[in-house]
Nanobody, 125 residues
Framework: VQLVELGGGGVQAVGPLRLSCVASGVTFSWYNIGWFRQALGKEREFVGAITRNGSTTSNSDSLKGRFTISRDNTKNTVYLQMSTLKPEDTAVYYC???????????????????WGPGPQVTVSS
């Protein structure tokens, strides 16, 4: 599956930003989709995920309530809606897809088969 993330760029702190992860060439509804981010000089961090059935999970309490994941299978798209952004949310954001029908370990990057190139999101204070 080919993935591309749309919607990155600069935003003021506290503002909202929505990223879209668009897939092509597949039956998108079969895929579990994860979001990760990597800030400069830091390790990649799990942001959240949405299963093929629409169940979502998110990372720590610092993200929960601010970041929401949803999907629209008719558009082959998963969304990461971010609100109340902080400068520490500045990072490259990646979406990733996996197709297993067994146990889905959403938090682990090795779970995923395909990754998007990742847009930069910069939050200024």
């Amino acid at each position: 599956v080919q993935l591309v993330e749309l919607g990155g760029g600069g935003v003021q702190a506290v503002g909202p930003l929505r990223l879209s992860c668009v897939a092509s060439g597949v039956t998108f509804s079969w895929y579990n989709i994860g979001w990760f981010r990597q800030a400069l000089g830091k390790e990649r961090e799990f942001v959240g995920a949405i299963t093929r059935n629409g169940s979502t999970t998110s990372n720590s309490d610092s993200l929960k309530g601010r970041f929401t994941i949803s999907r629209d299978n008719t558009k082959n798209t998963v969304y990461l809606q971010m609100s109340t952004l902080k400068p520490e949310d500045t990072a490259v954001y990646y979406c990733a897809a996996e197709l297993s029908f067994g146990s889905y370990k959403a938090m682990y990057g090795d779970t995923y088969d395909s990754w998007g190139p990742g847009p930069q999101v910069t939050v200024s204070s």
